[in-house]
């Protein structure tokens, strides 16, 4: 293996500090990483911008041999999952009802903040339609396998299926993506990486896609914690910092006897056993505890729906109800039609009861954070469900579970790798706090992510 080869799978903010040493070009690292993606045989890319990613690159380079970098990531290369707008290049949404849609005027907010820290963006990543699946199947453009799969194909997580396995597979060192239901975490977890959804607001999603209006998020998935601080920097606008780890002694951690462990497999369960025992040795303060809000949250789903559901019809209803409809992946169209199902007492209901549940989230955590397994099983096969469209939705709904809560209660998370499980595949622990102790979180997970690494 080059240097080159070696140096590129490295995680992107020491990718940044190898560019700046000079120790490569970005110029050489945006054509490593275009012949790795033109040799890629699984859909993973929808589309590759390789001249935006060259002038990037040559920009780069001249900045960083005047010695005069834009930031850390100057020259880092990074992909976006194809909700993003990028000028000139069409938003497909996963959609085969997008292919002949306008292009972007312009980038949207936070591609426009990454090139202004001097990232070289490589192109748009595969995804599920609208972003409605926590699996990542895609019948339109191909469902990209998980890189870990051994056997027969396996999902990669959704929706941001191709951010996941970009990073996975060593396309690129991080990729962007948007968490509506698990949409960033799902795909970090299955596919072995990190991935940070953060607390609602926090990152701007001016010239994104959206799903749901009240519960999109953006973030990134990528090789490491200090990535994910690093990104998260620069997608608000400011310079990416020198992570600062949060020490683990003394550090409460609740870990919910509610609802997350249902029907987890055992290999996960042994995996989040293990990491706890090492967070504990760290100097971790375990609580194993109900939580009352997972209860609520699902109690007020089964009885009013889903406010994703509810937005998604908003955004979809036109499309879906049309003869264009037809076109629409049937299970896509099966998660939008719940919302048609919910009257307007059942979304206020939710609206009113999320506002309570997120404060009483925060009451009841103080400056604990949770941890439980971000999925309760590895990733499943392709094919069964692919067949069986039946199945395809009990393990949607069974793969969303434990993200969903978050989501609902606005909780900042990270998922992080903790091992395997059956068939070898990546499983992975998630970090959650209240609403806007984003910071706090991260730094956390930067000590977490390194005991577990050891």
Known sequence: MSDLETLARLPATEIGAALGRREIRASDLAEHCLARIAAQTEPVFLCVTADRAR???????????????????????????????????????????????????????????LTQAGMVSMGKLNMTEFAYSGLGLNPHFGTPANPHGRDEPRVPGGSSSGSGVAVAADLVPCAMGTDTGGSIRIPAALNGIFGYKPSSGRIPDAGVFPLSRTLDTVGPLARSVPDLVALDAALRGGAPVAPRPAGLRGQRIVVPETIVFDDIEPEVAEAFEAALAALETAGALIDRAPFAPFALSASLAAQHGSLAAADAYAEHRTLVESEAGARVDPRVTDRIMGGAQMSAFDVITLQRARKRLVAQTADVLDDALLAFPTVPHVAPEIAPLDADRALFHRVNLLTLRNTMLGNFLDMPGVAMPMGTGAAGLPVSLLLSAPRGRDAALLATALAAADTLAR
């Open 55 to 113: 002038a990037e690159a040559r920009a780069a380079d001249a900045r960083l041999d005047a010695g005069r970098p834009l930031s850390p990531l100057d020259g880092v290369p990074v992909a976006w999952k194809d909700l993003f707008d990028l000028a000139g290049e069409v938003t497909t949404a996963g959609s085969d009802t997008r292919r002949a849609a306008a292009p972007a005027v312009r980038d949207c907010r936070v591609a426009e903040r």
